[in-house]
């Protein structure tokens, strides 16, 4: 069974408009950690964020936030007034307690238009 | 400036022959990963290595092969065996080998078997 759900394939919004990605997770574990990347065309991953299991708070950095809900294990990604450089393929991962390894999700693919 | 490097950026090989991807951080991290990326789909790991002259495999290890004599390099090799292996690859490294550290990522080599 897939352990990160991103049912989202592809958005397309307009520029300034908002825009959530959706993260649906699966683990037995208390302690684990949830990250989002973000894969501009060139290819290379970059890190936007990482929150573990015992910190349930909102996060806001820019036009960027998260919203973390344990009871319904979704660690969803909003971001505001989309820009055309936020066009990208998003992951979400997780990573157990009990391991070493990163579970990434299928990614969104992310298109802001002009 | 740290990060890692992938080299080359595009790779074309005859089907039969074997191939090394090269990944060199100087990060000074003591884990490196090998993930494998195939269009629509998320990333799968390959191999992981926690410390120098040791590594573990991933979930599709079957007809790669690596090493890691230096704690800045972690080459893979795609053998003949590796039955479908045009994919972008895409190399990472993290401070520690545990769940908590977020990976940082290469720029990727995209190998097209011919």
């Known amino acids: 069974a897939q352990k990160v759900t991103q049912a989202q394939t592809e958005i397309s919004v307009v520029e300034k408009e908002d825009v959530t990605l959706d993260c649906v997770y699966e683990?037995?574990?208390?302690?684990?950690?949830l990250f989002w990347y973000k894969q501009p065309p060139s290819g290379e991953l970059v890190f936007l964020i990482r929150?573990?299991?015992?910190?349930?708070q909102n996060e806001i950095s820019g036009r960027y936030s998260w919203n973390f809900q344990k009871s319904t294990s979704s660690f969803n990604f909003t971001i505001t007034a989309s820009q055309v450089v936020d066009s990208a393929v998003y992951f979400c991962?997780?990573?157990?307690?009990?391991?070493?390894?990163?579970?990434f999700g299928t990614g969104t693919s992310l298109t802001v238009i002009p | 400036d740290g990060g890692i490097t992938q080299s080359p950026k595009y790779l074309f090989r005859k089907e039969g022959q074997n191939v090394t991807l090269s990944c060199e951080q100087n990060?000074?991290?003591?884990?490196m990963y090998w993930y494998r990326q195939d269009p629509g789909q998320g990333l799968r790991l390959i191999y992981y290595?926690?410390?120098?002259?040791?590594?573990q495999k991933g979930d599709i290890a079957e007809g790669y092969s690596v090493s890691r004599e230096k704690k800045e390099s972690f080459p893979l090799t795609v053998t003949s065996a590796q039955k479908n292996p045009t994919a972008f690859y895409l190399c990472a490294s993290s401070l520690a080998g545990d769940s908590y550290n977020e990976q940082f990522f290469g720029p990727g080599t995209r190998l097209t078997v011919l």
């Open positions: 991962a997780l990573s157990e307690g009990t391991g070493n390894q990163f579970y």
């Open positions: 929150r573990n299991s015992f910190d349930e």
């Open positions: 990060l000074n991290h003591d884990a």
């Open positions: 683990t037995r574990d208390t302690t684990y950690y």
């Open positions: 290595s926690q410390i120098v002259n040791d590594f």
